[in-house]
């Protein structure tokens, strides 16, 4: 059986201290910020929506300007309400407008100008809302 000579053994020793502190060094400059992570559960139901109206516009009747409703529950012009209104149309759609709402938040109203929405090429008009 052959030993290694104290030298050798010393010198063995300081490699293996230096290895170890390079790689102590490397991983304690990683610096992670503190956060949060969790899970939780609340109840998700639907809104009501009443009242549709379409509003026309006055030269060129086939064009719709606007829509407006009544949603219920409210949904708050501030924090992070909001509201969306899809219109499905025979060919070209279907397209997306943003709505606004009233300051209590159960008036709904949609510009509908940009993409222009007319009359002959509305199926259906599908609502999103949420808080």
Known sequence: MKFLSPMRLVLVAAVAAVVAGGAYAFTAANTVPASNAGSGSGTVSGYTVTNLHYSLNSTAPNNVDSLSFTISPAVPNTGSGKVTVQAAL????????????DTPGTTVTCATTSPQLTTDKLTSVTVVAAQ
Request: aromatic fraction near 8%; glycine fraction near 16%; hydrophobic fraction near 0%.
């Open 90 to 101: 025979t060919s070209g759609g279907p397209n997306n407008y943003t709505c606004s709402t």
